[in-house]
């Protein structure tokens, strides 16, 4: 009876010893979780609402294009795709940065190379990771071979009237309608444009690269003036439909 009790006495012990260890490791997750939560929070744009996400997506694409194209919408854990491509073009709004919004629809050399950073970065930020810690991500997968640059010329259409995109400087700022063309590690310097920023913190000219160096560098065209550019002749079209 002795013994009995014994053995009871050291499995509880032994049952309380892991009891605690369990419950301090939970804390200590919590606790780290917690301490995260507010940088990972800041990482993240504010959830659309999914009718009004769809309209601003399509409303980068031409009229004839619209119709067809795959659609994405920006969910918790990253983009959800609403209904499939007829014609090889996408339409999301990318958000480079939590307060950004960019209506993108790229044609099928854009959904092939460009499509899926996109939505892999939406996804690592979900996660909590930090902007430094994707752009590691996003050079590791490009040297990897994971992403890859385009290989042939290709149009992505940003024709819509809401665009709020970064700048040279940080900043979100309004932006013009405008095309966009693939140009793989092209440079602001390859395209003789100013070194100079205009007054919206992007490169003076006609026209410029984002992203210039990179592989996913894009010439960027606006249909309309830009703060960077000169201003239109009076009495005449400041450039090309809105």
Sequence with gaps: MTTDVAVLAVSTSRAMRCFLLVLTAQIAVSAS??????????????LPDQQKEIALALSACPASVANKAAVYVLGKSGYVKIRDSQNGFTAIVQHS?????EPRCMDAEGTRTHLPRLLKVAEWRAQGKSREDIDRLVADAFAKGVFRAPTRPGVDYMLSTENLVPNKLGAVVPFPPHLMF????????????????????????????AGDGTPHALIIVPLGAHAGSSPPAADKPSGGPQ
């Design 33 to 46: 979780a917690a301490a995260q939560s507010p940088q990972a929070a800041a990482n993240q744009p504010v």
């Design 97 to 101: 940065l939590p307060t950004s919004r």
């Design 182 to 209: 693939y140009a793989p590690y092209l440079t602001n310097a390859d395209l003789g444009t100013d070194d100079d920023l205009g007054p919206d913190g992007n490169p003076k000219g006609p026209a410029f690269v």
